[in-house]
Protein backbone atom coordinates (compact mmCIF):
# COMPACT_ATOMS: atom_id res chain seq x y z
CA UNK A 1 0.00 0.00 0.00
CA UNK A 2 1.21 3.62 -1.16
CA UNK A 3 2.40 5.19 1.85
CA UNK A 4 2.20 9.22 2.13
CA UNK A 5 5.07 11.59 2.34
CA UNK A 6 6.50 12.30 5.64
CA UNK A 7 6.03 16.08 4.79
CA UNK A 8 2.23 15.96 3.79
CA UNK A 9 1.61 14.24 7.22
CA UNK A 10 3.29 17.07 8.84
CA UNK A 11 1.78 19.69 6.60
CA UNK A 12 -1.49 18.13 8.17
CA UNK A 13 -0.30 18.76 11.29
CA UNK A 14 0.64 22.16 11.16
CA UNK A 15 -2.88 23.09 9.16
CA UNK A 16 -5.85 21.70 11.16
CA UNK A 17 -6.76 22.65 13.85
CA UNK A 18 -7.55 20.47 16.92
CA UNK A 19 -10.18 22.32 18.42
CA UNK A 20 -12.15 22.44 15.29
CA UNK A 21 -11.50 18.28 14.92
CA UNK A 22 -12.54 18.17 18.64
CA UNK A 23 -15.22 20.12 18.46
CA UNK A 24 -17.20 17.90 15.98
CA UNK A 25 -17.47 15.64 18.70
CA UNK A 26 -17.07 17.32 22.12
CA UNK A 27 -18.36 20.97 22.96
CA UNK A 28 -15.36 23.24 24.52
CA UNK A 29 -15.10 26.12 26.45
CA UNK A 30 -12.20 28.52 27.14
CA UNK A 31 -10.25 27.67 30.28
CA UNK A 32 -7.53 30.43 30.33
CA UNK A 33 -3.96 30.18 29.49
CA UNK A 34 -5.18 29.39 25.65
CA UNK A 35 -6.77 26.02 26.34
CA UNK A 36 -9.86 24.51 25.69
CA UNK A 37 -12.11 22.03 28.34
CA UNK A 38 -14.70 19.93 27.55
CA UNK A 39 -16.17 16.61 29.11
CA UNK A 40 -13.58 13.84 27.74
CA UNK A 41 -15.63 11.57 24.75
CA UNK A 42 -13.34 8.38 25.60
CA UNK A 43 -14.31 7.55 29.96
CA UNK A 44 -17.86 8.68 31.15
CA UNK A 45 -17.46 12.02 33.39
CA UNK A 46 -19.45 14.35 34.96
CA UNK A 47 -16.35 17.27 35.84
CA UNK A 48 -14.36 18.24 32.59
CA UNK A 49 -11.11 17.13 32.50
CA UNK A 50 -10.21 16.63 28.56
CA UNK A 51 -8.19 19.90 27.96
CA UNK A 52 -7.34 20.86 24.59
CA UNK A 53 -4.53 23.30 23.76
CA UNK A 54 -4.55 24.22 19.95
CA UNK A 55 -1.09 26.50 19.94
CA UNK A 56 0.31 22.88 20.62
CA UNK A 57 -2.34 21.14 18.66
CA UNK A 58 -2.49 18.54 21.19
CA UNK A 59 -5.58 17.10 23.72
CA UNK A 60 -4.93 15.64 26.92
CA UNK A 61 -7.44 14.21 29.02
CA UNK A 62 -6.45 13.84 32.75
CA UNK A 63 -9.25 12.02 34.04
CA UNK A 64 -8.05 9.26 31.48
CA UNK A 65 -4.81 9.67 30.18
CA UNK A 66 -5.90 10.05 26.53
CA UNK A 67 -4.08 12.59 24.87
CA UNK A 68 -2.41 13.06 21.01
CA UNK A 69 -2.76 15.01 18.35
CA UNK A 70 -5.57 15.20 15.77
CA UNK A 71 -4.59 12.56 14.28
CA UNK A 72 -4.41 10.03 16.90
CA UNK A 73 -7.94 11.93 18.26
CA UNK A 74 -9.29 10.90 14.57
CA UNK A 75 -7.34 7.55 14.88
CA UNK A 76 -9.19 6.78 18.60
CA UNK A 77 -12.63 8.30 18.37
CA UNK A 78 -13.72 6.67 14.72
CA UNK A 79 -11.41 3.59 15.30
CA UNK A 80 -9.48 5.14 11.85
CA UNK A 81 -6.02 3.41 10.79
CA UNK A 82 -3.06 6.12 10.58
CA UNK A 83 -3.38 6.75 6.68
CA UNK A 84 -7.42 7.00 6.33
CA UNK A 85 -7.57 9.27 9.63
CA UNK A 86 -4.57 11.83 7.35
CA UNK A 87 -6.86 11.21 4.15
CA UNK A 88 -10.08 12.45 5.90
CA UNK A 89 -8.16 15.03 7.81
CA UNK A 90 -6.30 16.64 4.28
CA UNK A 91 -9.57 16.06 2.33
CA UNK A 92 -11.79 18.17 5.30
CA UNK A 93 -8.83 21.36 5.14
CA UNK A 94 -7.68 21.01 1.23
CA UNK A 95 -4.65 19.64 1.61
CA UNK A 96 -3.28 17.46 -1.59
CA UNK A 97 -1.48 14.48 -0.52
CA UNK A 98 1.59 13.19 -2.22
CA UNK A 99 2.74 9.04 -1.68
CA UNK A 100 6.06 7.82 -1.91
CA UNK A 101 6.72 5.80 -5.25
CA UNK A 102 5.21 2.41 -5.73
CA UNK A 103 2.02 3.58 -5.46
CA UNK A 104 -0.41 2.14 -7.52
CA UNK A 105 -0.85 3.35 -11.21
CA UNK A 106 -4.01 5.40 -12.08
CA UNK A 107 -5.75 8.50 -10.42
CA UNK A 108 -6.33 8.52 -6.61
CA UNK A 109 -9.98 9.36 -5.22
CA UNK A 110 -11.42 12.99 -5.52
CA UNK A 111 -9.82 14.13 -2.01
CA UNK A 112 -12.74 16.64 -1.80
CA UNK A 113 -15.32 13.94 -2.74
CA UNK A 114 -15.80 12.87 0.34
CA UNK A 115 -16.67 16.26 2.15
CA UNK A 116 -19.06 17.03 -0.60
CA UNK A 117 -20.77 14.15 -0.28
CA UNK A 118 -21.09 14.40 3.38
CA UNK A 119 -22.76 17.44 2.97
CA UNK A 120 -25.15 16.76 0.60
CA UNK A 121 -26.58 14.52 2.54
CA UNK A 122 -26.39 16.17 5.74
CA UNK A 123 -28.79 18.75 3.36
CA UNK A 124 -30.89 16.12 2.40
CA UNK A 125 -31.53 14.57 5.99
CA UNK A 126 -32.87 18.39 6.70
CA UNK A 127 -34.87 18.19 3.81
CA UNK A 128 -36.52 14.74 4.40
CA UNK A 129 -36.88 15.59 8.08
CA UNK A 130 -38.54 19.00 7.37
CA UNK A 131 -40.68 17.18 4.94
CA UNK A 132 -42.09 14.55 7.06
CA UNK A 133 -42.89 17.31 10.24
CA UNK A 134 -44.75 19.54 7.67
CA UNK A 135 -45.62 18.31 4.24
CA UNK A 136 -49.39 17.02 3.78
CA UNK A 137 -48.49 14.24 1.64
CA UNK A 138 -46.28 12.80 4.78
CA UNK A 139 -49.19 11.88 6.59
CA UNK A 140 -48.79 8.42 6.44
CA UNK A 141 -45.21 8.88 7.53
CA UNK A 142 -46.44 10.11 10.55
CA UNK A 143 -48.83 7.87 11.10
CA UNK A 144 -46.95 5.28 10.75
CA UNK A 145 -44.49 6.92 14.01
CA UNK A 146 -47.54 7.23 15.77
CA UNK A 147 -48.77 3.69 15.27
CA UNK A 148 -45.42 2.26 16.23
CA UNK A 149 -45.52 3.88 19.72
CA UNK A 150 -43.40 6.97 18.51
CA UNK A 151 -43.96 10.67 19.34
CA UNK A 152 -42.39 13.78 17.29
CA UNK A 153 -39.56 14.06 19.89
CA UNK A 154 -38.80 10.31 19.05
CA UNK A 155 -38.93 11.30 15.05
CA UNK A 156 -36.80 14.60 15.64
CA UNK A 157 -34.32 12.49 18.02
CA UNK A 158 -33.52 9.94 15.17
CA UNK A 159 -34.23 12.73 12.40
CA UNK A 160 -36.98 10.44 10.64
CA UNK A 161 -37.86 12.25 7.64
CA UNK A 162 -40.16 11.80 4.24
CA UNK A 163 -38.92 11.47 0.47
CA UNK A 164 -41.58 13.60 -1.47
CA UNK A 165 -43.19 10.86 -4.16
CA UNK A 166 -42.64 13.04 -6.80
CA UNK A 167 -39.58 12.08 -7.55
CA UNK A 168 -37.58 15.03 -8.52
CA UNK A 169 -37.60 17.32 -5.64
CA UNK A 170 -34.21 16.68 -3.95
CA UNK A 171 -32.60 16.65 -7.04
CA UNK A 172 -34.18 20.37 -7.04
CA UNK A 173 -32.58 21.41 -4.15
CA UNK A 174 -29.59 19.69 -4.11
CA UNK A 175 -28.69 21.26 -7.38
CA UNK A 176 -29.45 24.64 -6.07
CA UNK A 177 -26.94 24.19 -3.34
CA UNK A 178 -24.35 23.71 -6.44
CA UNK A 179 -24.22 19.72 -5.99
CA UNK A 180 -23.07 18.53 -9.43
CA UNK A 181 -25.08 15.30 -11.25
CA UNK A 182 -21.92 12.85 -10.34
CA UNK A 183 -22.27 14.04 -6.74
CA UNK A 184 -25.80 12.99 -6.49
CA UNK A 185 -25.36 10.26 -8.12
CA UNK A 186 -22.12 8.90 -6.50
CA UNK A 187 -23.48 9.61 -3.39
CA UNK A 188 -26.70 6.88 -4.17
CA UNK A 189 -29.11 10.06 -3.32
CA UNK A 190 -30.16 9.83 -6.91
CA UNK A 191 -29.80 8.01 -10.39
CA UNK A 192 -30.18 8.92 -14.48
CA UNK A 193 -33.27 7.41 -16.02
CA UNK A 194 -34.99 8.11 -19.80
CA UNK A 195 -35.95 11.56 -18.49
CA UNK A 196 -32.84 12.51 -16.63
CA UNK A 197 -31.66 12.80 -13.17
CA UNK A 198 -34.57 11.59 -10.10
CA UNK A 199 -34.54 10.85 -6.50
CA UNK A 200 -33.66 7.61 -5.50
CA UNK A 201 -36.41 7.82 -2.32
CA UNK A 202 -39.88 8.70 -3.31
CA UNK A 203 -43.07 8.23 -1.19
CA UNK A 204 -40.87 6.12 1.89
CA UNK A 205 -40.59 6.75 5.46
CA UNK A 206 -36.60 7.53 5.97
CA UNK A 207 -34.20 6.95 8.65
CA UNK A 208 -31.40 8.69 8.05
CA UNK A 209 -27.92 6.35 8.85
CA UNK A 210 -25.40 8.34 10.41
CA UNK A 211 -21.11 7.57 11.37
CA UNK A 212 -20.16 7.61 14.74
CA UNK A 213 -19.55 11.29 14.83
CA UNK A 214 -22.62 11.37 13.35
CA UNK A 215 -22.60 12.46 9.85
CA UNK A 216 -25.55 11.23 7.31
CA UNK A 217 -23.93 8.83 4.88
CA UNK A 218 -26.97 7.05 4.21
CA UNK A 219 -30.46 6.05 4.19
CA UNK A 220 -32.84 3.95 4.96
CA UNK A 221 -36.55 3.94 4.25
CA UNK A 222 -39.46 1.85 4.45
CA UNK A 223 -42.44 1.50 1.99
CA UNK A 224 -45.49 3.22 2.94
CA UNK A 225 -48.07 3.36 -0.39
CA UNK A 226 -49.85 0.84 -1.80
CA UNK A 227 -48.86 2.10 -5.45
CA UNK A 228 -45.27 2.09 -4.75
CA UNK A 229 -43.49 0.64 -8.02
CA UNK A 230 -40.51 -0.98 -6.10
CA UNK A 231 -42.26 -3.75 -3.83
CA UNK A 232 -39.03 -4.35 -1.12
CA UNK A 233 -40.02 -2.76 2.56
CA UNK A 234 -36.97 -1.73 2.75
CA UNK A 235 -34.27 0.10 0.71
CA UNK A 236 -31.11 1.12 1.86
CA UNK A 237 -28.65 3.57 0.28
CA UNK A 238 -26.27 1.46 -1.53
CA UNK A 239 -22.49 1.56 -1.18
CA UNK A 240 -20.66 4.65 -1.87
CA UNK A 241 -17.51 6.19 -0.81
CA UNK A 242 -18.67 7.05 2.36
CA UNK A 243 -21.62 3.89 2.82
CA UNK A 244 -20.13 0.51 3.30
CA UNK A 245 -22.90 -1.34 4.71
CA UNK A 246 -20.74 -3.87 6.43
CA UNK A 247 -19.03 -1.24 8.58
CA UNK A 248 -21.86 0.85 9.49
CA UNK A 249 -24.32 0.29 12.68
CA UNK A 250 -27.71 2.32 12.42
CA UNK A 251 -27.84 4.17 15.89
CA UNK A 252 -24.05 3.99 17.20
CA UNK A 253 -23.70 7.65 16.88
CA UNK A 254 -26.39 7.60 19.89
CA UNK A 255 -24.98 4.47 21.54
CA UNK A 256 -21.40 5.02 21.29
CA UNK A 257 -21.03 6.88 24.70
CA UNK A 258 -23.24 4.68 26.51
CA UNK A 259 -21.71 1.25 24.93
CA UNK A 260 -18.28 2.21 26.19
CA UNK A 261 -19.22 3.42 29.53
CA UNK A 262 -21.34 0.06 30.00
CA UNK A 263 -19.19 -2.52 28.22
CA UNK A 264 -22.71 -3.74 26.58
CA UNK A 265 -23.76 -3.56 23.32
CA UNK A 266 -27.43 -4.48 22.27
CA UNK A 267 -27.92 -6.01 18.44
CA UNK A 268 -31.31 -5.45 17.32
CA UNK A 269 -32.94 -5.85 14.10
CA UNK A 270 -34.50 -2.96 12.83
CA UNK A 271 -34.59 0.54 12.58
CA UNK A 272 -38.06 0.84 14.92
CA UNK A 273 -36.40 -1.54 17.64
CA UNK A 274 -33.24 0.67 18.23
CA UNK A 275 -35.56 3.61 18.39
CA UNK A 276 -38.14 1.64 21.02
CA UNK A 277 -35.09 0.11 22.90
CA UNK A 278 -33.30 3.96 22.98
CA UNK A 279 -36.77 5.23 24.24
CA UNK A 280 -36.84 2.30 27.15
CA UNK A 281 -33.77 3.11 28.35
CA UNK A 282 -31.67 0.61 26.65
CA UNK A 283 -29.31 2.97 24.85
CA UNK A 284 -26.77 0.43 23.71
CA UNK A 285 -29.07 -0.76 20.47
CA UNK A 286 -28.15 -0.52 17.07
CA UNK A 287 -28.43 -2.71 14.48
CA UNK A 288 -27.10 -3.69 11.27
CA UNK A 289 -27.96 -1.80 8.06
CA UNK A 290 -29.56 -4.37 5.07
CA UNK A 291 -27.21 -6.66 5.62
CA UNK A 292 -26.53 -9.85 8.49
CA UNK A 293 -23.71 -9.23 11.65
CA UNK A 294 -20.36 -9.48 10.48
CA UNK A 295 -16.87 -9.07 11.31
CA UNK A 296 -16.37 -6.00 9.95
CA UNK A 297 -19.37 -4.88 12.49
CA UNK A 298 -18.02 -6.57 15.31
CA UNK A 299 -14.74 -5.07 14.56
CA UNK A 300 -16.50 -1.60 15.03
CA UNK A 301 -18.19 -2.63 18.80
CA UNK A 302 -14.80 -4.01 19.86
CA UNK A 303 -13.21 -0.77 19.29
CA UNK A 304 -15.75 1.03 21.63
CA UNK A 305 -16.19 -2.10 24.23
CA UNK A 306 -12.40 -2.05 24.84
CA UNK A 307 -13.30 -6.02 23.90
CA UNK A 308 -9.92 -7.23 25.10
CA UNK A 309 -7.71 -9.43 27.51
CA UNK A 310 -10.28 -9.40 30.84
CA UNK A 311 -12.02 -6.31 30.12
CA UNK A 312 -14.44 -7.78 28.26
CA UNK A 313 -17.61 -6.46 26.95
CA UNK A 314 -20.93 -8.12 26.53
CA UNK A 315 -22.90 -8.51 23.33
CA UNK A 316 -26.25 -9.57 23.38
CA UNK A 317 -28.08 -10.16 20.15
CA UNK A 318 -31.80 -10.11 20.34
CA UNK A 319 -33.55 -12.94 17.47
CA UNK A 320 -37.62 -12.97 16.98
CA UNK A 321 -38.45 -16.46 18.45
CA UNK A 322 -39.59 -18.12 14.78
CA UNK A 323 -36.72 -20.45 12.78
CA UNK A 324 -35.23 -17.55 11.14
CA UNK A 325 -34.20 -16.19 14.45
CA UNK A 326 -32.85 -18.96 15.28
CA UNK A 327 -30.91 -19.71 11.99
CA UNK A 328 -29.90 -15.93 13.05
CA UNK A 329 -28.38 -17.22 16.42
CA UNK A 330 -26.74 -20.00 14.81
CA UNK A 331 -24.99 -18.03 11.95
CA UNK A 332 -24.09 -15.17 15.31
CA UNK A 333 -22.75 -18.50 17.10
CA UNK A 334 -20.69 -19.15 14.02
CA UNK A 335 -19.04 -15.99 14.60
CA UNK A 336 -18.96 -15.92 18.31
CA UNK A 337 -15.48 -15.90 18.40
CA UNK A 338 -15.01 -12.56 17.18
CA UNK A 339 -15.59 -11.16 20.17
CA UNK A 340 -13.69 -11.79 23.61
CA UNK A 341 -16.38 -11.20 26.17
CA UNK A 342 -19.41 -13.31 26.41
CA UNK A 343 -22.34 -12.60 23.95
CA UNK A 344 -25.58 -13.63 24.76
CA UNK A 345 -29.20 -13.27 22.84
CA UNK A 346 -32.24 -11.81 24.16
CA UNK A 347 -35.41 -13.77 22.96
CA UNK A 348 -39.08 -12.51 23.70
CA UNK A 349 -40.78 -15.86 24.30
CA UNK A 350 -44.00 -14.58 22.08
CA UNK A 351 -41.71 -13.49 19.25
CA UNK A 352 -41.99 -10.13 19.81
CA UNK A 353 -39.19 -7.44 18.38
CA UNK A 354 -38.08 -4.56 20.58
CA UNK A 355 -40.43 -2.28 19.03
CA UNK A 356 -43.54 -4.48 19.52
CA UNK A 357 -43.01 -5.13 22.95
CA UNK A 358 -42.24 -1.89 24.01
CA UNK A 359 -46.05 -1.14 21.99
CA UNK A 360 -47.50 -4.06 23.80
CA UNK A 361 -46.02 -4.00 27.70
CA UNK A 362 -44.29 -1.09 28.03
CA UNK A 363 -40.71 0.47 28.33
CA UNK A 364 -40.25 -1.68 31.62
CA UNK A 365 -40.77 -5.35 29.46
CA UNK A 366 -37.83 -3.94 26.94
CA UNK A 367 -35.37 -3.74 29.32
CA UNK A 368 -36.60 -6.53 31.25
CA UNK A 369 -36.04 -8.25 27.72
CA UNK A 370 -32.08 -7.46 27.74
CA UNK A 371 -31.89 -8.41 31.49
CA UNK A 372 -33.52 -11.88 30.75
CA UNK A 373 -30.38 -12.75 28.42
CA UNK A 374 -28.95 -16.24 28.38
CA UNK A 375 -25.16 -17.07 27.05
CA UNK A 376 -25.71 -17.31 23.26
CA UNK A 377 -24.09 -21.30 23.47
CA UNK A 378 -26.84 -22.19 25.99
CA UNK A 379 -29.63 -21.10 23.77
CA UNK A 380 -27.75 -22.44 20.60
CA UNK A 381 -27.88 -25.65 22.90
CA UNK A 382 -31.27 -25.24 23.97
CA UNK A 383 -32.33 -25.22 20.10
CA UNK A 384 -30.15 -28.50 19.13
CA UNK A 385 -31.97 -30.69 21.69
CA UNK A 386 -34.77 -29.99 20.57
CA UNK A 387 -34.46 -31.87 17.56
CA UNK A 388 -34.02 -35.29 19.26
CA UNK A 389 -36.29 -37.45 21.21
CA UNK A 390 -34.24 -37.67 24.70
CA UNK A 391 -36.76 -40.51 26.13
CA UNK A 392 -34.88 -42.69 23.27
CA UNK A 393 -31.09 -43.93 24.23
CA UNK A 394 -29.86 -43.76 20.42
CA UNK A 395 -31.54 -39.93 20.19
CA UNK A 396 -29.36 -39.26 23.66
CA UNK A 397 -25.98 -40.36 22.26
CA UNK A 398 -27.08 -38.62 18.66
CA UNK A 399 -27.62 -35.31 20.96
CA UNK A 400 -25.06 -35.61 23.13
CA UNK A 401 -22.61 -36.12 19.93
CA UNK A 402 -23.82 -32.62 18.47
CA UNK A 403 -23.85 -30.85 21.74
CA UNK A 404 -20.30 -31.41 22.25
CA UNK A 405 -19.62 -29.68 19.00
CA UNK A 406 -20.70 -26.09 20.58
CA UNK A 407 -18.27 -27.26 23.63
CA UNK A 408 -15.73 -26.51 21.04
CA UNK A 409 -16.78 -23.53 20.07
CA UNK A 410 -16.62 -21.86 23.59
CA UNK A 411 -13.65 -19.99 23.96
CA UNK A 412 -12.58 -19.69 27.70
CA UNK A 413 -12.02 -23.19 28.04
CA UNK A 414 -12.46 -22.96 31.72
CA UNK A 415 -16.24 -22.78 30.95
CA UNK A 416 -16.36 -26.02 28.65
CA UNK A 417 -16.86 -28.54 31.85
CA UNK A 418 -19.29 -26.65 33.47
CA UNK A 419 -20.79 -26.88 29.92
CA UNK A 420 -20.42 -30.72 29.15
CA UNK A 421 -21.67 -31.45 33.06
CA UNK A 422 -25.30 -29.29 31.54
CA UNK A 423 -24.89 -31.38 28.41
CA UNK A 424 -25.28 -34.59 30.69
CA UNK A 425 -27.75 -32.80 32.86
CA UNK A 426 -29.92 -31.84 30.15
CA UNK A 427 -29.50 -34.95 28.22
CA UNK A 428 -30.24 -37.27 31.83
CA UNK A 429 -27.19 -38.71 30.74
CA UNK A 430 -23.77 -39.74 32.74
CA UNK A 431 -20.89 -36.34 32.55
CA UNK A 432 -18.00 -38.67 32.05
CA UNK A 433 -19.93 -40.27 28.71
CA UNK A 434 -20.32 -36.68 28.05
CA UNK A 435 -16.88 -35.93 28.52
CA UNK A 436 -15.73 -39.33 26.66
CA UNK A 437 -17.80 -38.21 23.32
CA UNK A 438 -16.21 -34.65 23.59
CA UNK A 439 -12.54 -36.19 23.71
CA UNK A 440 -13.24 -38.22 20.91
CA UNK A 441 -14.26 -35.31 19.32
CA UNK A 442 -11.50 -33.31 20.04
CA UNK A 443 -9.47 -36.31 18.01
CA UNK A 444 -11.23 -36.36 15.12
CA UNK A 445 -11.06 -32.62 14.79
CA UNK A 446 -7.56 -32.31 15.33
CA UNK A 447 -7.05 -35.79 12.82
CA UNK A 448 -9.14 -33.97 10.19
CA UNK A 449 -7.04 -30.59 10.63
CA UNK A 450 -3.64 -33.14 10.37
CA UNK A 451 -5.15 -34.57 7.21
CA UNK A 452 -5.62 -31.23 5.70
CA UNK A 453 -2.67 -30.17 5.92
CA UNK A 454 -2.94 -27.99 8.86
CA UNK A 455 -1.75 -28.15 12.36
CA UNK A 456 -2.98 -30.17 14.71
CA UNK A 457 -4.96 -28.53 17.49
CA UNK A 458 -3.24 -28.83 21.08
CA UNK A 459 -4.94 -31.62 23.17
CA UNK A 460 -6.78 -29.92 26.20
CA UNK A 461 -5.08 -29.80 29.42
CA UNK A 462 -6.54 -32.45 31.66
CA UNK A 463 -8.66 -30.52 34.41
CA UNK A 464 -6.88 -31.92 37.28
CA UNK A 465 -3.40 -30.13 36.42
CA UNK A 466 -5.44 -27.14 34.77
CA UNK A 467 -4.14 -24.96 32.12
CA UNK A 468 -0.16 -24.24 31.80
CA UNK A 469 1.12 -21.27 33.51
CA UNK A 470 2.77 -20.54 30.08
CA UNK A 471 -0.94 -20.18 28.92
CA UNK A 472 -1.67 -16.28 27.16
CA UNK A 473 -4.84 -16.05 29.89
CA UNK A 474 -1.82 -15.53 32.89
CA UNK A 475 0.42 -13.18 30.79
CA UNK A 476 0.21 -10.40 32.97
CA UNK A 477 0.80 -12.45 35.92
CA UNK A 478 4.12 -13.36 34.89
CA UNK A 479 4.90 -10.10 33.97
CA UNK A 480 4.01 -8.89 37.61
CA UNK A 481 6.05 -11.47 38.48
CA UNK A 482 8.88 -10.75 36.66
CA UNK A 483 8.59 -6.88 37.53
CA UNK A 484 8.65 -8.15 41.25
CA UNK A 485 11.38 -10.42 40.95
CA UNK A 486 14.04 -8.36 39.27
CA UNK A 487 12.97 -4.78 40.89
CA UNK A 488 11.85 -5.55 44.27
CA UNK A 489 12.73 -3.24 46.04
CA UNK A 490 10.91 -0.79 43.12
CA UNK A 491 7.63 -2.85 44.13
CA UNK A 492 7.98 -2.61 47.27
CA UNK A 493 6.21 0.36 47.90
CA UNK A 494 3.39 -0.52 45.23
CA UNK A 495 3.04 -4.17 47.19
CA UNK A 496 1.16 -3.67 50.18
CA UNK A 497 -2.47 -3.63 47.92
CA UNK A 498 -1.46 -7.13 46.41
CA UNK A 499 -2.50 -10.10 47.52
CA UNK A 500 -2.49 -14.12 46.82
CA UNK A 501 -6.40 -13.14 45.02
CA UNK A 502 -4.69 -11.40 42.65
CA UNK A 503 -3.00 -14.10 41.32
CA UNK A 504 -5.19 -16.99 39.38
CA UNK A 505 -2.67 -19.73 38.61
CA UNK A 506 -1.46 -21.70 41.76
CA UNK A 507 2.38 -21.67 40.44
CA UNK A 508 2.34 -17.69 41.25
CA UNK A 509 -0.19 -18.13 44.09
CA UNK A 510 2.24 -20.17 45.48
CA UNK A 511 5.62 -18.16 44.58
CA UNK A 512 3.61 -14.88 45.98
CA UNK A 513 3.51 -16.85 49.17
CA UNK A 514 7.23 -17.72 49.08
CA UNK A 515 7.52 -13.88 48.29
CA UNK A 516 5.57 -12.33 51.21
CA UNK A 517 6.86 -14.93 53.40
CA UNK A 518 10.81 -13.21 52.81
CA UNK A 519 9.76 -9.69 52.53
CA UNK A 520 10.83 -7.07 49.53
CA UNK A 521 13.73 -4.77 50.26
CA UNK A 522 13.93 -1.78 50.63
CA UNK A 523 16.61 -0.96 48.39
CA UNK A 524 18.70 -3.08 45.50
CA UNK A 525 19.56 -6.36 47.39
CA UNK A 526 22.02 -8.53 45.44
CA UNK A 527 21.48 -11.34 48.03
CA UNK A 528 17.34 -10.87 47.85
CA UNK A 529 16.79 -13.04 45.11
CA UNK A 530 19.27 -16.01 45.70
CA UNK A 531 17.94 -16.18 49.39
CA UNK A 532 14.29 -16.27 47.46
CA UNK A 533 15.73 -19.25 44.89
CA UNK A 534 16.91 -21.19 47.89
CA UNK A 535 13.62 -21.19 49.99
CA UNK A 536 11.61 -22.47 46.75
CA UNK A 537 12.04 -26.64 46.63
CA UNK A 538 9.19 -27.44 44.19
CA UNK A 539 11.46 -27.85 40.69
CA UNK A 540 8.20 -26.31 38.89
CA UNK A 541 8.53 -23.24 41.19
CA UNK A 542 11.93 -22.72 40.85
CA UNK A 543 11.69 -23.35 36.52
CA UNK A 544 9.26 -20.22 36.49
CA UNK A 545 11.29 -18.26 39.21
CA UNK A 546 14.36 -18.75 37.46
CA UNK A 547 12.71 -17.36 33.94
CA UNK A 548 11.16 -14.66 36.21
CA UNK A 549 14.11 -13.54 36.76
CA UNK A 550 15.73 -12.95 33.46
CA UNK A 551 13.24 -12.58 31.04
CA UNK A 552 13.00 -9.24 30.17
CA UNK A 553 9.73 -6.86 30.67
CA UNK A 554 7.43 -6.75 27.74
CA UNK A 555 8.31 -2.89 27.82
CA UNK A 556 10.67 -1.10 25.80
CA UNK A 557 10.24 1.51 27.99
CA UNK A 558 13.07 3.78 29.39
CA UNK A 559 11.46 4.38 33.29
CA UNK A 560 11.44 1.09 35.25
CA UNK A 561 9.78 2.36 37.49
CA UNK A 562 7.19 3.36 35.71
CA UNK A 563 7.01 0.01 34.38
CA UNK A 564 6.79 -1.89 37.30
CA UNK A 565 4.05 0.38 38.66
CA UNK A 566 1.99 -0.01 35.63
CA UNK A 567 2.22 -3.88 35.50
CA UNK A 568 1.40 -4.11 39.23
CA UNK A 569 -1.73 -1.95 38.51
CA UNK A 570 -2.55 -4.18 35.71
CA UNK A 571 -2.52 -6.94 37.75
CA UNK A 572 -4.82 -5.56 40.50
CA UNK A 573 -7.09 -4.29 37.68
CA UNK A 574 -7.53 -7.29 36.39
CA UNK A 575 -8.72 -8.87 39.80
CA UNK A 576 -11.59 -6.16 39.98
CA UNK A 577 -12.52 -6.96 36.49
CA UNK A 578 -12.81 -10.78 37.69
CA UNK A 579 -15.05 -9.65 40.90
CA UNK A 580 -17.02 -7.50 38.23
CA UNK A 581 -17.64 -10.17 36.61
CA UNK A 582 -18.34 -12.69 39.39
CA UNK A 583 -21.17 -9.14 40.75
CA UNK A 584 -22.67 -9.94 37.07
CA UNK A 585 -22.90 -12.98 37.17
CA UNK A 586 -24.86 -12.88 40.26
CA UNK A 587 -27.04 -9.94 39.29
CA UNK A 588 -28.50 -11.35 36.52
CA UNK A 589 -29.91 -14.52 38.29
CA UNK A 590 -31.29 -12.11 40.97
CA UNK A 591 -35.10 -10.80 40.22
CA UNK A 592 -34.71 -7.13 40.58
CA UNK A 593 -38.56 -7.39 41.89
CA UNK A 594 -38.90 -10.51 43.76
CA UNK A 595 -35.18 -9.81 45.59
CA UNK A 596 -34.95 -6.31 45.28
CA UNK A 597 -32.99 -5.77 48.43
CA UNK A 598 -30.44 -8.13 47.13
CA UNK A 599 -30.85 -6.94 43.69
CA UNK A 600 -29.95 -2.98 44.94
CA UNK A 601 -27.40 -4.39 47.69
CA UNK A 602 -25.65 -6.03 44.67
CA UNK A 603 -25.84 -3.34 42.03
CA UNK A 604 -23.87 -0.56 44.78
CA UNK A 605 -21.31 -3.29 44.96
CA UNK A 606 -20.87 -3.49 40.90
CA UNK A 607 -21.11 0.43 40.65
CA UNK A 608 -18.17 0.68 43.42
CA UNK A 609 -16.25 -2.13 41.91
CA UNK A 610 -16.48 -0.22 38.21
CA UNK A 611 -15.11 2.84 39.95
CA UNK A 612 -12.72 0.70 41.48
CA UNK A 613 -11.30 -0.62 38.53
CA UNK A 614 -11.26 2.45 36.26
CA UNK A 615 -9.44 3.89 39.52
CA UNK A 616 -6.68 1.23 38.66
CA UNK A 617 -7.31 2.03 35.01
CA UNK A 618 -5.79 5.76 35.79
CA UNK A 619 -3.00 4.38 37.75
CA UNK A 620 -1.67 2.44 34.94
CA UNK A 621 -2.13 4.94 32.24
CA UNK A 622 -0.52 7.02 35.01
CA UNK A 623 2.53 5.26 35.16
CA UNK A 624 2.80 4.67 31.30
CA UNK A 625 2.88 8.48 31.05
CA UNK A 626 5.75 9.05 32.72
CA UNK A 627 8.03 6.72 30.16
Not at 254 to 271: F, H
Not at 513 to 529: F, M, N, T, V, Y
Request: glycine share 8%.
Amino acid sequence: MARIKDEDIQLVRERVRIDEVVEQYVTLRNAGGGARKGLCPFHDEKTPSFNVRPAQGFYHCFGCGAGGDSIKFLMEIEGLGFAEAVERLAGKYGIQLRYDEGAPVGPRRDPGQRQRLLEAHRLAAEFYHEALMVAPEAQPGRQFVTDRGFDRAAAEMFSMGWAPRGGEALVAHLKSKGFSDEDLIVGGLAARGQRGLYDKFRGRLLWPIKEISGEVIGFGARRMLEDDRIEAKYLNTSETPIYKKSHVLYGIDLARRAISSRSQAVIVEGYTDVMACHQAGVTTAVATCGTAFGEDHARVLRRILLDHDAFHGEVIFTFDGDEAGQRAAMKAFAGDEQFAGQTYVAVEPRGMDPCDLRMADGDAAVRELVASRVPLYRFVLDNTLTRYDLDRGDQRVDAIREAVRLARAIRDKSKVDEFLREIASRVGADVDQVRQEFKAAQGAARASASNAGAPPAPAPSAAASGPSFGAPQFADEREALKAIVQFPHLAKPLADDIGENDFTHPIAQELWRRIEQRGLPDAPDPSWLPGLSDSVTDDALRRVLGVAAVEPLHSSERSTQAVVAAVLARLQELTVARRIVEVKSRLQRTNPVEQAETYNRMFGELVALEQQRRDFRERVIGAMEQL
